[in-house]
């Protein structure tokens, strides 16, 4: 069955540079969520799109944005870069509607490293 | 405010029985999940309550009870491959974000 994709799966960067981080997710699901999972930490909601629109903000630093596009594919986009950007970045995503209930189905996750 | 409790960590023995709880005090109720994750890993689903009662699920099973705020995950005939992180996570208000807790990290010893 087809799994929500993230890509890259591994990214290195330095302080101060930017960084760009995919979420493709499974046919006929139209909500992304975006999650930060610092190490040993519990996921982090960082914000959602429905339709290509925000739809939930969480603790995203303003330093960051996302946008989902016409294909329901998502982009996060994280500038500025800080040591304490190094986390798992997990997307996931639901299909709206039609079910009785809402389980978010993860991606594998990027793990990004700024050093 | 949302909060989520459930214990840091555990050890129980392989083959045994173990029990993680977790309680919720959250504004708005709509469906609590557990989820597996392995070091590095995705959180993988493991089971979703949104009445009071049991759900069962293979080895797997979870209680919730909606006017305590709490929910359990039972886990039969541990294998070590069960060594893993559990979270509970809640559903506020339908289709929003899920509230994680931290997780409890159990640990199978032969």
């Known amino acids: 069955a087809a799994g929500v994709i993230q890509s890259p799966r591994h990214l290195i960067k330095e302080k101060r540079e930017t960084a760009t981080l995919k979420c493709y997710p499974i046919p006929r699901h139209d909500t992304v969520y975006w999650y930060q999972q610092g190490p040993g930490q519990d996921p982090q909601f960082l914000i959602s799109?429905?339709?290509?629109?925000?739809?939930d903000k969480g603790s995203i630093p303003d330093r960051f944005s996302a946008q989902q596009f016409s294909d329901y594919h998502s982009e996060l986009n994280m500038s500025s870069l800080e040591l304490g950007d190094s986390a798992l970045y997990f997307c996931?995503?639901?299909?709206?509607?039609?079910?009785?209930?809402?389980?978010?189905?993860f991606g594998p996750g990027t793990r990004l490293t700024v050093l | 405010g949302q909060n989520i409790d459930q214990p840091t960590e555990m050890t129980a023995t392989e083959g045994a029985i173990v029990q993680i709880n977790c309680t919720y005090q959250?504004?708005?109720?709509?469906?609590l999940f557990w989820y597996q994750q392995h070091a590095g890993e995705a959180p993988t689903f493991l089971s979703y309550n949104v009445l009071d009662g049991l759900e069962e699920k293979g080895r797997f099973s979870s209680f919730l009870s909606r006017s305590k705020g709490y929910s359990y995950l039972l886990l039969k005939e541990l294998q070590m491959k069960d060594s893993a992180s559990y979270l509970c996570?809640?559903?506020?208000?339908?289709?929003?974000?899920?509230?994680f807790g931290k997780g409890t990290r159990l640990s199978v010893i032969a």
């Open positions: 799109f429905y339709e290509k629109m925000q739809s």
């Open positions: 996570a809640v559903h506020a208000p339908r289709n929003t974000p899920l509230v």
């Open positions: 996931a995503t639901t299909p709206w509607g039609g079910r009785s209930y809402n389980e978010q189905f």
């Open positions: 959250t504004s708005g109720f709509n469906g």
